[in-house]
Each structure stands twice: as structure tokens, then as C-alpha cells.
């Protein structure tokens, strides 16, 4: 490596050390506020997170980071670099250009309408007037309009939005893999719904105690391979996961006495994203590399933990007897096999975030049209309430009887956040194509799920995927690990598999 | 205002706000760090809190901050602001003087020597092995003797240290009020010691329940006026208070199952330290000046609530009966007296940390006339061990069998804390005159604490001390709060009158 190359290197290396630890530090203020920090504190410590937000922000669109990565980012540096070193300068570069390419003042703007907006969003939500949070979206949209004329695009405006989640998806792959999925699943619910064999679910509406649930989840989190050394599981009003730094990786869930699911697949669930973390390789520490793949492939492993694990048939031949030895007065009479239908209930419904694994793709598609065609321009915000209604009608078979329980349901768009639902669905998909490769190298995963033995099942992923963190794009994951691009053929064949026989269809 | 004054201003306090959203932040993660972290984060998060506390340090000594203080504390713009503004500028002056009379380079190497030292220490403590730890001393003394020689200094030497923890204080001072406190408490401890009438204290060794002390350590808080919504209690291994601001002011403590005492008095005595936190003026947010105003001051109020309030006969009148519902198979055939006694037991001992608050003030004089004598070049540091026993048996009547319960028993010399060590008997002398001034205000005190009325004296000490915070000196506060200077006679009298009859001496 030439000196000047080798002498911007260490000054780059040093700069992003320094972002990632005011991002560790906000990170710790975020959770502190969120679970720890006394009711009349808040109010101030927003300001310190926003000290540090701001810094981090600061520092990667410095002017510093500007002339280094001029340096670094020059073909015959690059090709001086190592791995993990051309990736973090590549992915710095894609951050600083996307901001830089922003005009100050007008970045400026966005951040307090959004801010508004999403005060508005609450309001609206409430009194479900739709009316109200219009002008607000119109901005917002209107925004997010004009940063993908400064960003520039490729086919689809859209595409610009996608990208930042989700680095490489387009409309093109996102029309062909949902049109897919939408094709088969649709369908699939409604024949469900037809079926005179449904599950009884009531006994998971029995008190359960809160002491207990917690205590069952650690034990399933310990089994799983998260480790509580580095983590710990809080309380909060919204679960979450944060990975402050591989060595402290902490989820949070809360708890509904009167509903036995909640508390138990959200720990799973805000797990599965630990474990990524957690396992992420030392080499990355430091760099804004240790991290998710992207937000879609990060959603895979929690989905993966919570659905494709936690809800199957040989796990729970494993743990049902804990849980039913921790819960004898409420599960005590309740079968396995009862117990594993009532936890895969498929049922469409109008709220996404209640929705069942089936189900919660089509919640999603119906925002991603939307989206596509706000930005293609064939939709206009005043008209969304009404497309909303329909696309749930069409493919849910629901229709809200406010919009607080359908167009507004979301924060989402509220802060600007367009191209991240998808983030959910692909994290679906994901998971079933990487559930079928890590089936074909474990072809007796059943068997070690009965037994449960789950480690074996933690170490596959960390080999294949947790390790790399985001060395490697979504695309190159899949492809590395399935041989193929991400198809929605595995998720269509798992719920068939899965779903088919709990609903006695042939 | 002129113009230029009113400019320098603005942009002053953006300054100090800025720093002192850093201390918060640092303060956050400093107390995540010893109540919640898992064990395997530490490593990495003492590299953020670094970067947070150089962050702070850097705008503290900037030029930017040399400039406006260059305009705002010449004489003719002094005048021209408020109280809180005045005094908030000379409060940074002082501070950016003081690190800025000191090179740079030589400030570097004595941060990392006494890191260095900090871990010699603790080894050389472990090992009671002085010889290890002296080199590191010498050169922490040394590097003292040149800052001294920097910042300049009046009298003695060791002015301008113990200037840094308790503004104003000097030698002199301290000469005046420790020898008349030395003269009656020395023949007091001697007096003590020969009584026959010595209290038992075996029934506070039995076994109570980490989870009831708890319980009642927060019923005591909540009774002294703590605010739960402004601040919560945590378990760390050594306890401390920690104000992030005023609406979140936390604190920990530690739980001896086999020793009562330990956990609520460490409790009160943090709490203490918290109400006064958590009662500073809300016109001081964001500045400096929201902060006690000196070690010793700060000091007098968690000994004031942790021994004049929780270790006095009218508070166990009315809270005794609680204690021992809690406790009855512990405490129900314990009489309120004998209790009160047992709280009460005066016995010298090696410790300082573990000693009663009539000896306590014996092990800070030791120190301070080492220091004292450090810094005239009276005594060298080779000489210290043997000047430290020779001082524990003149004023305790105890001698260290090692240098590890001797010399070597605290950190603060490891790290160049000298000048410290006074704040505490400081805090034990105004916490003393306070309480006198307190009760000439309230001739009823006594009566309110046997009927628990505790909130009159927070609200007394909140108008006459908590609300100023840094806006006066603790000169200026204890003169205009007891109408003279501090004077040893108060604490003196205390002790007399509390513990005579405690050990029937006439």
C-alpha cells in the first residue's frame, strides 16, 4: 500500500471509530430512555441524543471525510485495500453522497416537517381523520420527490427509496418476487378461512402470569444461544433490539397477561436480531460494518427465530412440557397438538402488526403498491384512504371502518420512511430460502429440534451469515448461501407445508 | 446589554450547554456501566465514555471558549450581566485557566501515569506492599508540585489544591476548625471507648432479606421527599448518586444480608446527596452552576440525612414500628432504644469507609495532615507508612498490622486526588451547623420527625441551600444560611449531646 493511501487510511479508520461510538453512545441513551430512565428525565435527555445524533452526522459528511474518501475511493486506492477496508469505504461513500447530495437548508426543512408530521400523524390517528395528516403526507412525499432528483434513479423512482434499506432492490425484482408470493398466498388464506377446521385459541387468552412469561422467554433466549453476558432482556412499551456493540446486545419485550403469545415470539423475534449481532466477526468491530446486511436481511433472522423455529411442530415437542410444568393451571389440559395449532392461527385481520405469518405479507404488498404508485405519480395522497380500503379488500377480505384501523394505522410515512415496508416481506422470504439451505445441510434439523438442540442451528447461521455482517450486499448473501436469487417459491412451499395440514386441506 | 457582550453570551451558553449535554450523556453511560451493562460490553464502553468526557474537556479548554471568556470576563462586560451569568462565567474562567496553565504534553503524561498508578495500587494494596506503589506516588506528588507550580498559590502549597474540591478553603482554615475539632473529639473517642455501658449490636448481624431492605430503603426515600418520578434506585457494587439533571437524579446502593446498616444508611446518605440534586433551580438548567457547590457542601447533606436525620431517637420513634413489621422475627423483641443504640456504636477502627461518624472525622485529620505535610516537604513519601500508624495511634488508638488496612487503604492518592479527603469532615462540620440553624427555624424539629414529617425540612434545606446550586460559594452559603463562618463547636456540640447519654457519660 502506497503512503498516502496507507496515511488516509488511518485517519479514515479513525473517523468512522469515532461515528460508531457516538453511535454506541446515543444507542445506550436510546435504550436508557426507553426502559430505565425516570418519566420526568425525558424531556431533557432528547436533547443530549440529539447532541449525539447530530455529531455522528456531522462527522460523516465532514469535509475531513470528504478528502479521504476522494483519497480512498480512487480506483488504484481501492484496489490497495483489503476487504473489510474497500467495503467500509464503499458503504462510506454511499452514505456521504447521499447526504451531501441533499441541499443543507433543505434537509433542514424535512427534518422539522417531519417532526410535525409525525405529531400530526398521532393526532390524526387518533381522531382517524385522515383530512387532518393530508398536507403533512403531501410535503413529505413531495420531499422525498425531489431528494431522488438530487440522488438520481434507474428505472423506477422508486428504486432510489428501496435502495436505501434494502441495497439493490428494485420495483422490477419487487413486481416479480411479491407477484409471486400474492399469487399463491391470496388464494391460501381465503381457502383457510373456508375451512370448517379452525383452530380453538381461547386457552392463550388465560391470565398468564407476568413473572413466568419472563422467565420462560430468558430460558428459550438462553437455549437459542443468545448470551447474557453480552445482553440482558428489558421491559418496554415496544420491543426492540440494539447492538450497541457485539459484546452488548440487548432486547427488550413487553407483556400482555392475557395473551400468551406476545411476550414469548416477540422475545424469539427481537432474539433472532440479537443473535445476528452478537456473532457479527470481531474483524468489523469499529466499523459501520458490524452491522445488519440490511434491514430485510436482519428481519430474516428474526423471523426465521420466531416463526420458522418458534413455531414449529418439533420445537415445541421439545418445550412444550416446560411451558406447560411453568403453566400447569392453564396449559395443563391442553394438548401439544392444540397448542401448536392455536400458536399458527391464520386469520386476516386490519391491524399489520397483529397479523399472523400468513397473512402479513399481503399487509404488506398493499402498502407496497401504494408506495410504488405515489411515486410513480399514478396515485395521489388524497386518494390513498380509498385505495387503502380496496387493496384490503381484494386481498385480505377486510375492510376498515376507519381510517385510524387502515390508511393511518402506520408511523411510518409519517417520518418519511418510504422503500422500508418491504424490508418485511423480503425478511419473509428470506428466511424460508435460507430455512431450506440450512434444511439441506442439516437434513436432520427436525430431529435436532425435538431434542432441542438449537446450537447447532445458531453456529450454521453465524458460519453462513451472522459473521459477515454487512461485508457482503443482501444479494451476495442469498446467493452465496442458496446458489440462487431470492425466489418466493420457499416461503410459498413452507406455508403450504405448514398450513395445508393444521387447516386439514388437501 | 451592548451588542458584542450580548453576542458573546449566546454563544457562550451554547457552549456550556453543549458541555454540559455531554457530561449528561457521560453521566448515562458511567452509571449504565456500574447498574446494568453486561459483564462482557464493559471493555468497549469505557472507549466511549471517553470520547464523551475528551469531547467535554476539548470545548472546556477551546480556544473558542478562550475567546468569549476573553470578552465576557473583563470587568466592564461582567457588570453588565445577571447574577447566574456573572457567576457562570467566572466559574469557567477558573476552570479554563486552571487547564490551561498546564503544557499539554505534560497534562498527557500525567493522565496516563495515574492510570498507571490506579492499577500498581490496587495491586500493591492487594499485596500490602508499599514499596511497589511508592515510585508511582512519588511521581504523582511531583507532578502535583509542578501544576501547583503553574496555577501559583497563596500560603501554602496545598491551598491551591484543596481551592480545586471546596472553593475558598485553605490551610489555615482547615487548621482552625480540624485542631478544635481534634481537641474534643480525641478525648471523646477515649471517653467512649473506656464506658461500660457498650451497646450490643449483635441482632444487627442476623439475616435480612435483600428484597424487604429494599422495600424499605424506598419507603425511607420516598418519605424524605425523594422524587421516584425524577429518579429511581439501583443496586451497584459500591453505592453512588449520580445527577443527570434535575428530573433524573439516580442512585444505587448495595445490600450485606447479614448487616442491617449498610444498605438503608448508604440509601439516605445517597439520597441526600440526591435531594439536593433534584432540588437545584430550575433557572440553573444547562448550566455549570447546576451542581452542588462544593465536595464539602454536597458532603453535609448526605451526612445530614444519613446521620442526623437516620441515626437520631425522633426519626426511629415514628419509623421503628415500620421497620419492625418488616422484620419481626429480626427486630420484634429489639426495643426502639436498644435499636437506637446499636445505630449508634462509636468504636475506633482501621477503616476509614467503615467507620461511625464520630471516628470518621479521625481518619480524614490523618489525611490531611499527610497531605498537608506532602506538599510543605515536611514528610516525604517513603516516610508516609510510618507517619500514617504513628497518626492511628494517636488519634484512634489503632494501628494497621499492614500497609493494605494502613496507608494503602483508599485510591483517591493512586489517582492525584489530594485535597479532597478534608470535603468529608468538612461535610460532617457544615452538615452540623446547618442542623443547628435548621433547628433555631423549626424549634418543633424534633416533634416533626417523630411524626414523620420530613417534607418541611427538605423544603427548609431546598429555599436555603439546594435551589442555589454553584451561585454562591460554600462560604457565601454557609454564612448567609448560619449567620458565621464555619465553626468545629457545632459538631462538637452534636456529638456531646448525642452520644453522652448514648454511653452514660456524665
Given at each position: 500500500?502506497?503512503?498516502?493511501?496507507?496515511?488516509?487510511?488511518?485517519?479514515?479508520?479513525?473517523?468512522?471509530?469515532?461515528?460508531?461510538?457516538?453511535?454506541?453512545?446515543?444507542?445506550?441513551?436510546?435504550w436508557d430512555m426507553r426502559t430505565q430512565a425516570p418519566r420526568k428525565g425525558l424531556e431533557a435527555r432528547s436533547e443530549v441524543v440529539?447532541?449525539?445524533?447530530?455529531?455522528?452526522?456531522?462527522?460523516?459528511?465532514?469535509?475531513?471525510?470528504?478528502?479521504?474518501?476522494?483519497v480512498l475511493a480512487a480506483p488504484e486506492a481501492l484496489e490497495q485495500l483489503d476487504d473489510i477496508n474497500r467495503r467500509l469505504v464503499e458503504e462510506c461513500k454511499r452514505e456521504y453522497d447521499r447526504s451531501n447530495k441533499i441541499?443543507?437548508?433543505?434537509?433542514q426543512e424535512y427534518v422539522t416537517l417531519t417532526t410535525q408530521s409525525e405529531?400530526?400523524?398521532?393526532?390524526?390517528?387518533?381522531?382517524?381523520?385522515?383530512?387532518?395528516?393530508?398536507?403533512?403526507?403531501?410535503?413529505?412525499?413531495?420531499?422525498?420527490?425531489?431528494?431522488?432528483?438530487?440522488?438520481?434513479?434507474?428505472?423506477?423512482?422508486?428504486n432510489t427509496l428501496l435502495d436505501i434499506y434494502e441495497p439493490g432492490m428494485t420495483v422490477e425484482k419487487l413486481d416479480r418476487v411479491f407477484g409471486g408470493l400474492k399469487e399463491r398466498v391470496v388464494p391460501l388464506v381465503a381457502e383457510i378461512g373456508q375451512s370448517p377446521d379452525q383452530p380453538d385459541t381461547s386457552f392463550l387468552n388465560r391470565h398468564y402470569d407476568e413473572q413466568k412469561q419472563l422467565e420462560f422467554s430468558r430460558f428459550i433466549l438462553k437455549e437459542m444461544g443468545y448470551d447474557f453476558e453480552a445482553g440482558r432482556i428489558d421491559k418496554s412499551v415496544h420491543p426492540f433490539a440494539t447492538g450497541l456493540n457485539p459484546n452488548d446486545v440487548r432486547i427488550t419485550t413487553n407483556f400482555r397477561e392475557n395473551d400468551f403469545q406476545f411476550s414469548l415470539f416477540s422475545s424469539m423475534h427481537e432474539g433472532g436480531h440479537a443473535l445476528y449481532e452478537q456473532n457479527l466477526s470481531p474483524d468489523l468491530a469499529g466499523t459501520l460494518l458490524c452491522?445488519?446486511?440490511?434491514?430485510?436481511?436482519?428481519?430474516?433472522?428474526?423471523?426465521?427465530?420466531?416463526?420458522?423455529?418458534?413455531?414449529?411442530?418439533?420445537?415445541?415437542?421439545?418445550y412444550y412440557r416446560d411451558l406447560q410444568k411453568l403453566f400447569p393451571a392453564e396449559l395443563g389440559a391442553v394438548s401439544p397438538e392444540h397448542f401448536y395449532r392455536a400458536i399458527n392461527v391464520v386469520k386476516p385481520s386490519l391491524i399489520r402488526i397483529e397479523a399472523d405469518e400468513v397473512t402479513y405479507n399481503l399487509h404488506i404488498m398493499v402498502r407496497y403498491e401504494l408506495e410504488k404508485a405515489l411515486f410513480s405519480g399514478d396515485l395521489a395522497v388524497r386518494d390513498l384512504p380509498g385505495a387503502w380500503n380496496e387493496k384490503y379488500r381484494d386481498y385480505l377480505g377486510v375492510e376498515p371502518s376507519h381510517d385510524g384501523e387502515g390508511v393511518l394505522q402506520d408511523v411510518h410515512w409519517s417520518g418519511g420512511s418510504f422503500g422500508y415496508f418491504p424490508s418485511y416481506a423480503l425478511g419473509n422470504m428470506y428466511a424460508a430460502q435460507i430455512a431450506h439451505a440450512l434444511r439441506k445441510a442439516m437434513p436432520d434439523l427436525d430431529d435436532c429440534l425435538s431434542r432441542g438442540e438449537l446450537k447447532p442451528i445458531k453456529d450454521w447461521l453465524t458460519e453462513h451469515i451472522y459473521r459477515y455482517g454487512k461485508l457482503q450486499t443482501p444479494n451476495e448473501i442469498i446467493m452465496r448461501v442458496t446458489g440462487e436469487e431470492?425466489?418466493?417459491?420457499?416461503?410459498?412451499?413452507?406455508?403450504?407445508?405448514?398450513?395445508r395440514p393444521i387447516y386439514g386441506l388437501a
Open positions: 500500500m502506497n503512503e498516502s493511501v496507507q496515511r488516509a487510511l488511518a485517519q479514515f479508520r479513525g473517523l468512522v471509530k469515532k461515528i460508531k461510538l457516538y453511535q454506541e453512545a446515543a444507542g445506550v441513551l436510546y440529539g447532541l449525539l445524533s447530530g455529531e455522528m452526522f456531522r462527522l460523516s459528511v465532514s469535509p475531513e471525510m470528504g478528502s479521504l474518501l476522494e441541499p443543507p437548508e433543505r434537509y405529531s400530526v400523524w398521532e393526532e390524526a390517528k387518533e381522531k382517524a381523520d385522515f383530512a387532518l395528516f393530508r398536507p403533512y403526507l403531501e410535503r413529505v412525499v413531495a420531499f422525498n420527490l425531489e431528494f431522488i432528483d438530487y440522488w438520481g434513479y434507474q428505472g423506477h423512482k422508486y452491522d445488519g446486511a440490511s434491514m430485510g436481511i436482519h428481519e430474516s433472522q428474526s423471523r426465521f427465530w420466531e416463526n420458522m423455529i418458534g413455531r414449529s411442530r418439533p420445537f415445541w415437542q421439545r431470492l425466489n418466493p417459491r420457499y416461503l410459498v412451499e413452507y406455508f403450504e407445508n405448514k398450513f
